[in-house]
T-cell receptor
């Protein structure tokens, strides 16, 4: 099975940098995704990692260490509109090769 | 880009009635469709995986007779909540995958359906 953990809530200041961590335990691994979700809306894709290292995409970066079962999402130059829930999701190799299992989600609040 | 249309976006129904939610892939063929439910301030919980032309695979603890999934074509999957109860009130989201690149890295989400059972 898969167990994916994230902090429940985080608060940061506009213009700052925030790092949201995700740890996972899985019997199979075929990629890790980060999504942003505003209340009442569908998740929006942010990033994808399948190999170790950092993927950078504008203000957002994501890091993966497969040996440690660890990823983080880094948000730079925070804006008020970044207040949302951030979901880490792992694609597993077992029990359905392309099934996504979502983490608990981190509610980020950006303050002035 | 790949689009999944989910309807209705909101529905209110009476206890005991059934509600059907549709997800259509508009510009690609979705060989696999995933159905999730989400409670307020919680993450997405996978309910079932459906493959076109075959029976859905349900996650542990999900009642297959209550949440009927049909994936009769490569562009349409439906979730029917039968004999709805207030505890079925939730946000339901579908996600489509295909053998090709449907959406980003293979997943495209519908816009979600807010179900309220009164």
């Amino acid at each position: 099975g898969q167990n994916i953990d994230q902090p429940t809530e985080m608060t940061a200041t506009e213009g700052a940098i925030v790092q949201i961590n995700c740890t996972y335990q899985t019997s199979g691994f075929n990629g890790l995704f980060w999504y942003q979700q505003h209340a009442g809306e569908a998740p929006t894709f942010l990033s994808y990692n399948v190999l170790d290292g950092l993927e950078e995409k504008g203000r957002f970066s994501s890091f993966l260490s497969r040996s440690k079962g660890y990823s983080y999402l880094l948000l730079k130059e925070l804006q008020m509109k970044d207040s949302a829930s951030y979901l880490c999701a792992v694609r597993g190799l077992t029990g359905g090769g392309n099934k996504l299992t979502f983490g608990t989600g981190t509610q980020l609040k950006v303050e002035l | 880009g790949a689009v999944v249309s989910q309807h209705p976006s909101r529905v209110i129904c009476k206890s005991g009635t059934s509600v059907k939610i549709e997800c259509r892939s508009l510009d690609f063929q979705a060989t696999t469709m995933f159905w999730y439910r989400q409670f307020p301030k919680k993450s997405l919980m996978l309910m079932a995986t459906s493959n076109e032309g075959s029976k859905a695979t349900y996650e542990q603890g999900v009642e297959k007779d209550k949440f009927l999934i049909n994936h009769a074509s490569l562009t349409l999957s439906t979730l029917t909540v039968t004999s709805a109860h207030p505890e079925d009130s939730s946000f339901y989201i579908c996600s489509a995958a295909s053998g090709g690149r449907a959406g980003v890295y293979g997943y495209t989400f519908g816009s979600g359906t807010r179900l309220t059972v009164v």
